[in-house]
């Protein structure tokens, strides 16, 4: 009876003692995040600036007004884009040259950031195909893509895949460490978090989009690590992907190639 009251008083004790305990994060500072595109394709040279925001702000991230943007070509005369929205910098007066390297710049303030990017070989789509792949003891239908490597490493590969015209969120990326040269076959694997449930499975009557960017080193380094981050491989590592932007600001810009096929799921 004795040991019985003990433990009741000790209880008591412990569930008084409760208390609600506020951890008070230090705040970091906002680092600019920009997001530029030019390809060998006609069309618009885009760059987007947003900013960063604390853990504890809303996901929403208003773009960034008033930069001054150029895209200058093997080093020519900067070509000055226009914001055609909040945050958004257009140019059509530029176009990707495959081999040629184009140089970013973008002014904020007395702020300065940087990167060159290199337009590399295009490595065109062979076929497109719906391959039935076991996963886990689940059947899912996956969209496959045949290519052939060029010889020589540093070829690197960014996917992007709509179904029904909506972007897939899982990041696919490869490049020929292991394959230079190399007939490849790759298979666009989603690891979503949601990929459970059945309106996000492929199936039969949907009509999958692949885009297949052929993109230079640093491109690849960073679609790579952001790739990581995001825990597409359910391995995610929480930090920064790597940027070939210098002067601070996170984010990439991409001188790629691009092709797209498209399939009806049989």
Known sequence: MKLLINMAILLVFITSCEKVIDVNLDSVAKKYVIE????????????????TKDFDEDNTFPGVSGATVTVSDNGGTPVVLTETSTGVYETTAINGTIG?????TVNIGDLTFTAPSTIPVLVPIDSIYIDDQSLFGDVKKVATLMYKDPEGKGNGYHFIQYKNGVRESTIFVRNDDYTDGNEITTSLLSFNDDDDEDENKIKTGDTIRVVMECIDPAGYKYWSSLEAASGNSNNATPANPVTNITGGALGYFSAHTTEE???VVP
């Open 36 to 51: 530029g595109n030019i390809t060998n394709e006609p069309g618009t040279c885009q760059v987007k600036i947003t900013q």
């Open 100 to 104: 040629h390297t184009y140089t970013l």
């Open 261 to 263: 096929r498209t399939i």
